[in-house]
């Protein structure tokens, strides 16, 4: 098992950036995808952006694609999601999750993963 604790969260007007960090500990990050995903009061838990083990390869949803980032640190032990030119539809409670894999393939589904962090708040206002 590996335990994953969000960080980076907070208030933030629309049009700006937020960093959010994943630090991981028990089993070697090296070993897991890794995927954030969001929850907004009253709706699913959304798929938002996943990384493969390599640190290569990074799956966006479409709702994010060409404001948010992904990346990974394994010798850190994090993965962040850079989060730009936020919007107030981007409110959301953001978890990290983490599966094992194979070296080249991510996640997209949440019942895919079976690590999860306890999430960090995000609130853009407008």
């Known amino acids: 098992q590996v335990q994953l604790v969000e960080s980076g969260g907070g208030l933030a007007q629309a049009g700006g950036s937020l960093r959010l960090s994943c630090a991981a500990s028990?089993?070697?990050?090296?070993?897991?995808?890794v995927g954030w995903f969001r929850q907004a009061p009253g709706k699913e838990r959304e798929f938002v952006a996943a990384i493969d083990r390599s640190g290569y390869t990074t799956h966006l949803a479409d709702s994010v694609k060409g404001r948010f980032s992904i990346s990974r640190d394994d010798a850190k032990n994090t993965a962040n999601l850079q989060m730009n030119s936020l919007k107030p539809e981007d409110t959301a409670n953001y978890f990290c999750?983490?599966?094992?894999?194979?070296?080249?393939?991510?996640?997209?589904?949440?019942?895919?993963?079976?690590?999860w962090g306890q999430g960090t708040q995000v609130t853009v206002s407008s």
């Open positions: 999750a983490a599966a094992l894999s194979t070296w080249t393939h991510y996640y997209t589904r949440a019942s895919e993963f079976d690590n």
């Open positions: 028990g089993r070697p990050f090296s070993l897991y995808t």
